[in-house]
């Protein structure tokens, strides 16, 4: 049983990422929260095993002409865990809709 | 210009980033890098959108400027997220994950903290003072007798014919006295074998000399340190004996002293031993002593006597002084006062002694003396273990003893401002607090010690409700990770349940704990 007791600003990223930004840049723009705060609560949530990371492939990069990225996603607890702090934070969907919301 | 400046800030931004990187650990540091090198490129790309033109506006280059701020607190950001990797790798890693908790642990760390403490009591110049005084304290049962009603205690006030009619009569309170005069001599200095001079200034000094009788310093109980009794026996000379401020002064303590020869007004004398420290609480501030013949030393002029108290004598010197009535040459009485040379200062090591008892005394006070040794399920360990058991409660106790004794010797006696009389105090009050605090500690430490392996039990969880205490118990489990026991503690004491519990688990359990040995209890 996953714990849904997740921080508020944990709740914010997971929910950023299940609504498509899934790299640390693109959750800081969309979160509002600073460098500091988000990286070392991505480092904690993938110790939890709730996201997991992968990095782009070089080739895609390279054609960009760009350093490669890392990007995140969550996981099958980590999507169990963020249904939970959405009935702990009712307003974290309206705050960050997630891409099913955005859709309809 | 304008280029050089924004390549400055993209190489501070490098820089900061590269510092942040030396604070991960290093099996992360490189993915850990690229993932910022390439996040703070996006960031640049975001934040300061490059082709502004050369001789851009005042406002775009505002813009410009905010934006590498953004791009430098992102930057900073870097040291947090380091950080935070740095932590959790600590986390991951303990130092001493092998011997954690175990008895080993225990005892190697109260065995460093008797080291640093003795070793602190060896390089405290305070402590190795009071320590060096130790045997040499002043008999009892000696007083120094003077004249009643002078005021300065260093004033000598016997005259030799008063002390020769109280030597003469037979004494119920004293069975034994020595005189003393003290003298300004200049005293020269030379090899007993050469004849050359000695160390010091042009072998010339000038000293307090006591010329004393030859039964001082037995009757002191002093010892007479580098004396030899074979030489002194062929020697012809008169016997000088140093004190030990003077020794370490003009001879810079030279352990080959005895033997060589000075001159008083210009008579020839051996120097035979050096007087201990203790000595020096005699008045006179003497230098040196001249052992004579009674007749010499009570030659002329007025001394100080020290006597030696009987039994019966002891038994009336109620206080630190003594009134004393005698009668005087002439058949006159004369009153006289009887100062204890025994400082009233117990030895450190009978203060110890009185803090600790009194500690254990009071240690049934603040905690349960039980070392907590009933079990759920009635099982015993085997006497093997109880010995074991026994022996590191021993162990733990023999430890820590000996370093509160010299932590408090170098709490009271570390710094010399304090002052000797303060420092007992201090001493008594340091030993009976970390006496009870520590004996505290031993005993609950050993109650969270498994009786099996004698690890101290951890991951404590709540069990039961509080609201149902009389139905089930409820309180704090801990387990034992070698897998031997848990232990349960109740929250609230009650009368079937009023002390710690022992639950010892068998072989079904094994599976909660991979990889541990299980001794049998």
Redesign the interface.
């Known amino acids: 049983m996953p714990d849904a007791r997740l921080s508020h600003t944990a709740a914010m990223i997971l929910q950023a990422l299940d609504a498509g930004f899934v790299?640390?840049?693109s959750i800081?723009?969309m979160t509002g929260l600073?460098?500091?705060?988000?990286?070392?609560a991505m480092?904690?949530l993938e110790?939890d095993e709730l996201i997991r990371s992968h990095w782009e492939k070089q080739s895609i990069a390279d054609a960009e002409q760009?350093?490669?990225?890392?990007y995140y996603k969550l996981t099958a607890a980590g999507k169990v865990t963020l249904e939970a702090s959405r009935k702990r934070y009712p307003l974290l969907e309206r705050l960050i809709p997630s891409a099913e919301a955005k859709s309809v | 210009m304008r280029l050089s400046v924004a390549w400055a800030r993209r190489a501070m931004d490098w820089m900061l980033l590269w510092a942040a990187s030396l604070l991960v650990p290093r099996s992360e540091r490189e993915e850990w890098h690229r993932e910022w090198r390439g996040e703070l490129w996006h960031v640049r790309a975001a934040c300061t959108p490059a082709g502004g033109p050369a001789g851009a506006s005042q406002g775009q280059d505002h813009g410009r400027g905010q934006g590498q701020d953004q791009v430098t607190a992102f930057c900073l950001g870097a040291f947090q997220d380091a950080l935070c990797l740095r932590r959790a790798g600590r986390a991951e890693r303990p130092p001493l994950a092998g011997i954690e908790g175990t008895p080993r642990q225990c005892l190697l760390i109260l065995a460093a903290m008797l080291a640093a403490s003795y070793a602190i009591a060896l390089l405290l110049p305070g402590v190795c003072a009071e320590r060096s005084l130790w045997p040499r304290r002043m008999n009892p049962n000696l007083v120094m007798i003077e004249q009643e009603g002078v005021n300065d205690d260093a004033e000598a006030t016997i005259l030799p014919a008063q002390f020769r009619s109280w030597q003469g009569r037979k004494q119920k309170y004293f069975d034994g006295f020595a005189f003393y005069r003290v003298t300004r001599q200049d005293v020269g200095a030379e090899q007993a074998t050469g004849g050359t001079e000695n160390q010091g200034d042009q072998g010339h000094y000038e000293w307090n000399v006591a010329h004393a009788g030859a039964n001082l310093f037995t009757l002191l109980g002093l010892p007479v340190e580098f004396s030899d009794a074979d030489a002194r026996a062929r020697s012809d000379l008169k016997e000088v004996i140093l004190s030990e401020r003077t020794w370490k002064r003009e001879f810079g303590a030279d352990a080959h002293v005895a033997g060589e020869v000075v001159r008083f007004r210009g008579q020839r004398v051996r120097i035979s031993g050096v007087a201990p420290d203790g000595a020096l609480g005699l008045p006179g501030r003497v230098d040196a002593w001249m052992l004579e013949s009674d007749p010499e030393a009570q030659a002329s002029g007025a001394g100080y006597v020290v006597a030696h108290l009987t039994g019966l004598g002891a038994a009336e010197m109620w206080t630190q002084s003594v009134h004393i009535v005698a009668n005087g040459p002439d058949g006159a009485e004369d009153i006289l006062l009887g100062i204890s040379l025994a400082e009233w200062k117990p030895a450190p090591g009978t203060l110890y002694l009185f803090a600790a008892i009194v500690a254990l005394l009071a240690l049934p006070a603040i905690t349960s003396v039980s070392l907590g040794e009933s079990s759920v399920n009635q099982q015993k360990t085997s006497w093997a273990r109880r010995i074991l058991r026994w022996s590191f409660f021993t162990a733990k106790a023999a430890l820590l003893l000996p370093t509160i004794y010299f932590v408090s010797l170098d709490l009271a006696y570390g710094s010399t401002t304090i002052g000797r009389e303060r420092a007992v105090y201090l001493e008594l009050m340091s030993t009976f607090a970390m006496c009870l605090f520590s004996m505290r500690w031993m005993l609950k430490d050993q109650r969270q010690r498994c009786p099996v392996c004698l690890r101290t039990v951890t991951h404590p969880a709540q069990v039961g409700q509080a609201s149902r205490t009389f139905l089930d118990w409820n309180g704090t489990e801990m387990m034992c990770m070698g897998g031997h026991t848990l232990l349960h503690v109740p929250s609230l004491p009650t009368s079937w349940f009023g002390s710690q519990r022992w639950l010892y688990l068998d072989t079904s359990w094994d599976f909660l704990f991979a990889g541990s040995t299980r001794p049998t209890p």
């Open positions: 790299y640390g840049f800081m723009e600073p460098s500091g705060t988000v990286y070392p480092r904690r110790r760009r350093p490669p990225r890392k």
